[in-house]
Every structure is written in structure tokens, then in C-alpha cells.
């Protein structure tokens, strides 16, 4: 045997013992260590799916509470910390003491606990009494659209056949029924929201329990547009300008109210507006033209 050739199986052999020697030590000697490491990544990698899964709810979350914060500062209804029946009927009373909404009442709370539903407390109260049908209907509009959270459950309304002080028959009072539902929650802060700037309720072009013709006109109390004072100054397809008799000038869509009746028709091509009014039964058709076509005619 050569000298090179015994040499390189000297140093194979030596390789392959340090080989062996090295296996054996990390196999035996290292087994436990390389273990309990093994444990500890999956410990780690279930660790990060778990932040993973947290951070991905916690961004839904964040969102749903970006949106739900959004509503509740737009909308118009707040809640109260806490509703009660002398709450509620100064609150039922103030409207039923205006002009426009003017109600004669009978007031009970309907249960003697609030009901508690998850977060919500909620009373019940019943209303009877009676008014004219016009009133009662500002009345209610007026509960459903101002700011405090309250829910008109059932109401029931029927014509009253009586005579007045006068002794003459009014056609147009009736007896109502209502049955209201106030709101609160138990978390503070809520009812300090301000409220939005309450509007009129729309007038009525008819009344079921008024004569259908009628002797004299209503006054105009919410000063509505006169279409027979306006004077039309410039339309486009969506709206309509005018100035009143007054010098006031004015912006009406289709469907707007107007003293007795409503705008109903806008016709740029030929510079027209038409509105439909109620006089006293009558209804009654009234053309508006543009103010430079009637200069040029």
C-alpha cells in the first residue's frame, strides 16, 4: 500500500469517527434541548396567529366602531339617562301647549316597573283625549320627529259628534287614543348631545274629518308661499326660483308645500311652474311664467 493511498484512509476514517461522534452527541446529547426548542416555536408561530387573528378583529372592530360613532353623531334622535313619567309628560305637555299642535289630554303610565331589554329601559304611557284632526296630526309628527327617543305603539282616532260651548257642530275635532313609548340608557353622557334644530311639521292638503267644502280659507301660519303673490324668477330642471310678496326670494322643488296647496309642475323648456290648490274644497290649477317672457309678450 502506498504512503498517499494509506494517508487519505487515515484521514476518511478519522472523518467518519468525528462524524459519528458529532451525530451521536446532538442525537443523545442535545435530543431534550432540541425538544424543548421545537416546543417553544410552535408555542411562538401559535402565538403570532393569535396576535395575527387579534390584530385583524381588533381593525374590524376599530372600523364598526368608526361607523357606528358616525351614525350616532349624525342622527337626529338622542337618548335619556334616565326617563321617567314626570319627564315624559313635560315633555308631551309642552308640545300639546302650542299653538300649532294644541291637545287637550288625559296621561297614565301604563306599568308600574320600566322594562329593562339588554341595554334599553323603556316606559309605556297612554294618551286620551281630544283636538282637531290637523293638531293632533303636528302632535304626532312633532314626537316622531324632534330629537328625544320617543315611539308612538298604536294610536286610534275617531270623529266626536258633539256641538261646541257654542252649541255648533265642529266637524273637524276628534277623540284619540295613543299609546307612547319612551327610551333611556343607563350610560352617561347621552342625553347631553345636543340636539338638532327642530323643524315645522308638513301641512296637510286633506283632512278626513272635515267637511270637504269649506267656508273660509285657513290663515297662512307658516308662511307658506302665496302662489297667487309669487312672482317666478328662473327655473331649472330640479327647482324653481320665485320672490313672494314680501321681496323674499324663494327656492321650491316639485312636491313643496305652498299656502293651500303644492308645487306640482316645472317646465324649463317652456319657463312654467303649476301648482295645485286646495280652496276650501275646490281644487284649483294656477300657471306661473317666467317674469322676462311675460315682459316680452
Not at 136 to 160: A, G, I, M
Not at 215 to 240: F, H, M, V, Y
Request: charged residues 25%; neutral net charge; aromatic residues 10%.
Amino acid at each position: 500500500m502506498s504512503y498517499s493511498l494509506r494517508n487519505t484512509l487515515l484521514l476518511l476514517g478519522m472523518l467518519i469517527i468525528v462524524a459519528a461522534c458529532g451525530t451521536y452527541k446532538i442525537y443523545y446529547g442535545y435530543r431534550d434541548a432540541i425538544s424543548a426548542l421545537e416546543q417553544q416555536l410552535q408555542v411562538k408561530n401559535s402565538e403570532l396567529e393569535t396576535l395575527r387573528a387579534n390584530n385583524e378583529n381588533y381593525n374590524k372592530v376599530e372600523a364598526r366602531l368608526v361607523t357606528a360613532q358616525s351614525i350616532w353623531q349624525t342622527m337626529h334622535k338622542r337618548v335619556y339617562n334616565e326617563e321617567n313619567s314626570i319627564l315624559s309628560f313635560a315633555y308631551f305637555n309642552t308640545f300639546a301647549s302650542q299653538f300649532d299642535s294644541r291637545i287637550s289630554f288625559k296621561y297614565r303610565k301604563n306599568q308600574i316597573e320600566p322594562v329593562k331589554n339588554n341595554i334599553t329601559i323603556t316606559n309605556t304611557y297612554t294618551l286620551t283625549g281630544d283636538a282637531s284632526f290637523l293638531n293632533l296630526y303636528r302632535f304626532v309628527w312633532k314626537l316622531e320627529h324632534y330629537s328625544p327617543l320617543y315611539k308612538l305603539d298604536e294610536l286610534e282616532v275617531e270623529q266626536l259628534n258633539e256641538n261646541n260651548e257654542e252649541g255648533v257642530f265642529e266637524s273637524n275635532k276628534v277623540r284619540f287614543i295613543m299609546t307612547v313609548r319612551g327610551f333611556s340608557v343607563e350610560q352617561t353622557g347621552l342625553d347631553e348631545q345636543k340636539p338638532v334644530s327642530e323643524k315645522m311639521p308638513k301641512s296637510v292638503l286633506s283632512n278626513p274629518f272635515q267637511a270637504l267644502i269649506q267656508k273660509e280659507l285657513p290663515p297662512n301660519r307658516n308662511n307658506l308661499l302665496d302662489a297667487d303673490k309669487a312672482t317666478l324668477l328662473g327655473l331649472i330642471q330640479s327647482a324653481a326660483y320665485f320672490r313672494d310678496n314680501t321681496g323674499r326670494t324663494r327656492t321650491l322643488r316639485i312636491g313643496d308645500d305652498v299656502y293651500l296647496g303644492k308645487l306640482t309642475s316645472i317646465d324649463p323648456d317652456n319657463g312654467t311652474v303649476e301648482f295645485t290648490l286646495n280652496e276650501g274644497g275646490f281644487l284649483r290649477k294656477v300657471t306661473l311664467h317666467l317674469e322676462y317672457k311675460n315682459k316680452i309678450k
